[in-house]
């Protein structure tokens, strides 16, 4: 669980920089990793 918490860390990071760099489908691309690790998570 430690690891998915690190990698939804990681991927927040990289979302923040995209939207920053005016990447908008790169970060919906991480928005939606980040949703599909929380909810494998919540299972």
Known sequence: ???RQKQIR???ARLH???RNEE?????RYR???RELK???AQ
Do not use: G, N, S
């Open 1 to 3: 669980m430690a690891e």
């Open 10 to 12: 990681q991927l927040e």
């Open 32 to 34: 939606d990793q980040i």
């Open 24 to 28: 908008y489908e790169a970060a919906a």
């Open 39 to 41: 909810e494998a998570q």
């Open 17 to 19: 920089e995209a939207v």
